[in-house]
């Protein structure tokens, strides 16, 4: 059940992150659960850094800035491949 409530929370953090973020994007439902998964824990590191406290989570706006900045790299990537 722990995993499911994962997909659940990456996806909903990735669609929140792709739309505070305009553009097109690359990828589709796969690839924003995967970004917001990572974002949470980009996001969760951010947060225990800044604040000084290992044990710190993200919560909800430290995974979304997590994702927007994961997003943002995402699209710089693949963004610059072109199709043959």
């Known amino acids: 059940m722990n995993i499911i409530g994962w997909l659940i929370f990456g996806l909903i953090v990735g669609a929140i992150a792709k739309f505070l ?3 097109r994007d690359p990828g589709g439902w796969i690839v924003t659960i995967l970004i917001g998964i990572a974002g949470s824990f980009i996001g969760g590191f951010l947060a225990s850094t800044l604040l000084g406290r290992p ?3 993200a919560g909800w706006i ?10 943002f790299i995402y699209r710089l990537i693949v963004g610059r491949r072109s199709v043959i």
């Open 55 to 57: 044990e710190q989570t």
């Open 62 to 71: 430290g995974s979304i800035v997590g994702a927007i900045i994961l997003l």
């Open 21 to 23: 973020m305009p553009g």
